[in-house]
């Protein structure tokens, strides 16, 4: 289990029974937080997400009328294409069935959770020029890190 501010992440224990999804689901999500501030289980978290085998989930080919790569079933999203599902349990929990490590996305969850909480992540950078703080928010790779350290340079 991971224990961030704002959520948790944990394993369904159901799905850990799978020991090779188990194994590749965590190692997926120790690359995707590392550098990320996270504590000790023992301190309570606002949201919780869990991870699941999306093997497990009760699909039926009468679940899926049209020929499609998304559907509603029930309560829950599912990407057939991807082999992922979604599903908002509770106010405070999010199921989240993928059926290998590259179905999981954390930075996608993280967004998830941040709308959920009435929050966004922003992508940018800083930099201080005289007495005033300037923030360039923008989509990865069009240059922000390229202008921080030509100003860093330069001063």
């Known amino acids: 289990m991971y224990n961030f501010s704002l959520f948790e992440i944990r394993l369904d224990k159901k799905s850990s029974n799978n020991n090779e999804w188990a194994k590749s689901i965590n190692r997926a999500i120790d690359i995707q937080v590392e550098g990320f501030e996270h504590f000790d289980s023992g301190k309570k978290s606002k949201y919780k997400v869990v991870f699941k085998d999306y093997s497990l989930l009760d699909l039926k080919a009468s679940d899926f009328i049209v020929p499609s790569n998304y559907y509603f079933i029930n309560d829950i999203y599912v990407d057939i294409k991807r082999q992922i599902a979604i599903r908002q349990k509770s106010d405070k929990e999010l199921e989240y069935w993928c059926k290998s ?42 240059g922000k890190t390229a202008v921080l350290a030509r100003v860093a340079y330069k001063e």
């Open 101 to 142: 490590s590259y179905g999981l996305s954390l930075p996608f969850i993280f967004q998830l959770i941040l709308v959920k909480n009435n929050q966004s992540f922003i992508h940018s950078g800083a930099f201080s020029y005289g007495e005033k703080g300037v923030v360039m928010s923008a989509f990865g790779g069009i």
